[in-house]
């Protein structure tokens, strides 16, 4: 059996070497097309060197392709011959991380006297070396982003092309299926699946993918490839319209890879059944990321009055109703998002228990405390208030006042869900931000459990920027009642 060591590589080039491995060897042996074809320590057989020339000597060495040796003696322990790759060597001590297990290599880590960042293109392919020149393995680089190369690969001489593509699709594929009946989950979230830069959710047959970064913005077409040739899809929806990719120079535009796909996405989830703008709608149409603490909260909602804030198409709302909540209210800015939610009620039958209100969730949250409404449960979801370092004061301060807003209309013995994607934010501090609002609003609060992303939104464990939901479920009561 040969065994290959770069399988991105066997596009049918010739290889520099075989070896021929040690074993027991048959009589009925595959001889060379041509008379020559074996040599041993560049010797040719039966020259004295103890060759018997019928490549059964266990250290002949093939000097063609298609003059190999037999497949169950013939190991490949040599690269296949490809063009010389771009170095980026870090400074003395910099590969500690990401011998760690890290993924990215910031700007100021680079020996830039020795391999400058200006000599590369946006995207291009180059091996990661330490500063003494041991290879860490193969990254893409961008000289004009803070995080100037991204590591996709250990092995220094593995490309990302379609064939490594494939290869991380289906180990990805592999873990939703274990997870998952249907075909509604995100298939890649980035790092956590060895693919940096790119995001996958799967909605049946159609997949939208949001590439973020130059180096896979490379690769579009044999992502394509990939994913028909791993999961069928039918229609592929690039949505390369994140803010992110101004980071990384690149234009923002949504298309269809080549075939018009469906104006509405399909989900099914917790129950419920749902329907989204593709194009239009907000990130990849769908937030998958909520799913299973969406399941966790229908257990709590039976006969309740449901309050959903920045409720998009209405996940939280319509699937707790659709759990048996008696009324519910979502409030989103975005009068398109209140229309879908409208949409997505008379799909599941709840559009009688289902109101939908349009405005500012801040201005909304006043207005409901001056009327002196009271929710059992409130749901908080908000975007991300926390985007960069430099933000991270102004984001908790955000995050305090809308707790406490949200505190002002729940009733006395009620269930607030407060929720962050902003992967800056400490889960201490968030924690910390709800108390500080509870305490100013003379309240007393239980958190009776947490949440985070679901398992289709794996964690890399050496990434915590991975792990960027926040959930806490909270039972709030009178400051008298639990001190």
């Known amino acids: ?39 041993q320590n560049g010797r040719a057989p039966g020259n004295g060197s103890g060759g018997r020339g019928d490549g059964s000597n266990p250290r002949w060495k093939h000097a063609a392709w298609r ?10 322990i040599a690269t296949l011959s490809e063009p010389a ?48 020149g041991k290879p860490l393995g193969r990254v893409y680089v961008n000289p004009h982003s803070l995080i100037c190369a991204r590591l996709f690969s250990r092995a220094a001489d593995r490309s990302l092309g379609e064939s490594l593509l494939v290869h991380r699709l289906n180990v990805a594929l592999s873990l939703r299926r274990r997870l998952f009946d249907g075909t509604c989950y995100r298939l890649v979230h980035g790092e956590a699946d060895g693919l940096p830069g790119l995001v996958v959710d799967r909605f049946g047959d159609v997949t939208v993918a949001q590439i973020n970064t130059a180096g896979m913005e490379r690769h579009i077409d044999a992502l394509v490839t990939a994913l028909r040739r791993v999961i069928g899809s039918e229609h592929v929806l690039l949505r ?21 796909g469906p104006e509405q996405l399909r989900i099914e989830e917790n129950g419920a059944r749902f329907e989204a703008p593709s194009v239009t709608g907000q990130k990849t149409g769908w937030y998958y990321d909520h799913a299973a603490n969406r399941a966790r909260l229908q257990r709590m909602v039976h006969g309740a009055r449901v309050l959903d804030l920045f409720s998009y198409v209405g996940a939280w709302g319509i699937e707790a109703a659709v759990a048996g909540a008696a009324d519910v209210t979502t409030v989103d800015a975005s009068s398109d998002a209140a229309d879908w939610v409208g949409h997505n009620a008379e799909l599941n039958d709840v559009d009688d228990r289902v109101t939908v209100a349009c405005g500012d969730v801040f201005e909304v949250l006043g207005a409901l405390r001056e009327d002196h409404e009271r929710f059992d449960v ?16 102004r984001g908790l301060e955000a995050y305090q006042r809308l707790n406490r807003l949200c505190l002002q209309v729940l009733a006395k013995d009620g269930l607030l869900v407060s929720a962050s994607c902003s992967a800056q934010l400490r889960e201490a501090d968030f924690v910390s931000a709800m108390l500080r609002a ?29 792990r960027y939901i926040k959930a806490a479920f909270a039972r709030v009561l009178p400051a008298d009642s639990n001190p």
């Open 240 to 260: 390369c319209d994140a803010a992110i990719r101004e980071l990384e120079g690149l234009e923002r535009y949504v298309r269809w890879a080549d075939t018009e």
């Open 378 to 393: 409130v749901v908080a979801d908000p975007p991300a208030f926390i985007k960069r370092r430099k933000d991270y004061r």
């Open 67 to 76: 003059n190999r040796a037999p497949d169950s003696i013939v190991r490949k």
């Open 438 to 466: 509870a305490r100013h609003v003379d309240r007393s609060m239980q958190i009776v459990e947490f949440g985070q992303q679901g398992p289709d939104h794996p964690v890399h464990p050496a990434i915590p920027e991975t």
């Open 1 to 39: 059996m040969i065994e290959r060591t770069n399988e991105d590589s066997l596009d049918g080039a010739p290889p520099e070497r075989w070896i021929v491995a040690e074993g027991r060897h048959t009589q009925n042996r595959r001889r060379a097309d041509t008379g020559a074809g074996f040599v």
């Open 85 to 132: 790759s771009k170095e980026l060597i870090l400074k003395r001590g910099e590969e500690r991380r990401l011998r760690a297990g890290h993924l990215w290599v910031f700007s100021n880590e680079v020996d830039v006297a020795r391999t400058p960042l200006a000599a590369f293109e946006p995207g291009e392919e180059a091996i990661l070396r330490a500063q003494g």
